[in-house]
């Protein structure tokens, strides 16, 4: 009885920390709005530069979208690495991976992205050496004035125009690498799209998928919504927490089966000291008491293994995240209170018909 509570509780603990931290990630800002946000990967016609153009106008004319830019890559996935960004005082001997990729005009405006400081990629300016940079390359770079700065870029000189903070790229649950962002001539394989607010999403997509159809009728629109795409991210995470609830509730049933056999064993056992005890006056409620009593004090020796059990496994889990929920007090909590009240349940289904049964039918033979 006791390791299968142990078992129960460990899980009730686990699974309220998966959750937690679920909840946690899923609130936490991903540096850009994800919501309202279109992906359409670029295919057959859309490759043309003059295409696209077109089609952004249009988009643009339309009312229902508010910007539109591109990217060399999926804004949820990660782009290229390499180690050719240097800087000024940078050491020779220290390789630096950075993260990199090539955007459009109004790049930032699109996505929402947090400027922390400088501007967007803008048509207004020369623009064909400027990079973005966000915020964690400039910590590794140890520039104090980055707007302005110049820095090489595959041994080519370039112009930091714009500081973002830092954004979920792949993992949610990991620090951001650092990250440089090229303005590029050509239209990189996805096309982003901003639903202008206040509009009806509906309508705003219906037009999208007309003038895609329109400039490319060979394809079919393979749009995307990006908050659908980052949700999948949390794939792992979910099918985990359902594992342990089932798990959880599987272990629990079995105590409860468990329990339950116990229970039914110790009230057939003890009938003649209960009855006696109906007799001398005592009332339901305290039948009910002295029976459960025993079964709570095992119920309390497994949850007092389990917390340190469940301590240590939740916290070699959470380990594995940079951003982590802090290990409260409450799953620990839920999981005593549960096993209590299932303990309390289950013995007192059985303790009930006990407590209330006429004491002559157990003393009548005696």
């Not at 992906?39 to 910007?67: H, M, R, T």
């Not at 595959?154 to 990250?179: C, F, L, R, W």
């Amino acid at each position: 009885m006791v390791f299968q509570f142990i078992f129960a509780a460990c899980l009730i603990i686990c699974t309220s920390v998966i959750y937690q931290q679920l909840n946690y990630i899923k609130n936490k800002p991903i540096g850009y709005d994800r919501n309202n946000l279109i992906e359409i990967p670029v295919q057959g016609n859309l490759f043309q530069s003059e295409k696209f153009k077109v089609l952004k106008d249009e988009l643009l004319k339309s009312g229902y979208v508010s910007a539109v830019s591109n990217l060399s890559t999926p804004i949820t996935r990660g782009g290229n690495n390499g180690y050719g960004v240097s800087w000024p005082g940078k050491d020779i001997n220290d390789k630096v991976l950075v993260n990199f990729r090539w955007a459009g005009y109004d790049y930032i405006k699109t996505t929402a992205l947090n400027l922390i400081a400088g501007r967007d990629f803008s048509l207004q300016h020369q623009d064909s050496s400027s990079v973005l940079v966000n915020e964690t390359l400039v910590k590794t770079m140890g520039i104090k004035q980055p707007i302005g700065s110049v820095i090489k870029w595959n041994d080519q000189p370039v112009t930091i125009i714009g500081v973002i903070k830092d954004y979920v790229v792949e993992s949610p649950y990991h620090h951001a690498d650092p990250m440089i962002i090229g303005l590029t001539a050509d239209l990189n394989s996805t096309i982003l799209v901003r639903v202008a607010p206040n509009q009806s999403l509906s309508a705003a997509v219906k037009i999208i998928d007309e003038q895609v159809k329109a400039l490319n009728p060979a394809y079919p629109v393979d749009r995307k919504f990006v908050d659908e795409t980052f949700e999948a991210k949390f794939n792992n995470e979910k099918l985990l927490g359902t594992l342990a609830n089932w798990f959880g509730g599987f272990a629990i049933f079995i105590s409860c089966l468990g329990l339950l056999g116990l229970a039914l064993y110790m009230a057939e056992q003890r009938k003649r000291e209960i009855s006696i005890r109906k007799v001398l006056g005592a009332s339901s409620v305290n039948i009910l008491l002295l029976l459960n009593k025993d079964f709570i004090k095992l119920v309390l020796i497994a949850n007092v293994i389990a917390f340190p059990l469940g301590y240590i496994i939740v916290s070699q889990w959470l380990s594995h995240y940079d951003f982590r929920v802090a290990i409260s007090v409450t799953p620990f909590a839920l999981a005593l209170m549960l096993s209590l009240l299932i303990a309390v349940l289950t013995v007192s289904l059985q303790s009930f018909k006990v407590a209330k049964a006429n004491p002559i039918d157990a003393l009548k033979y005696e």
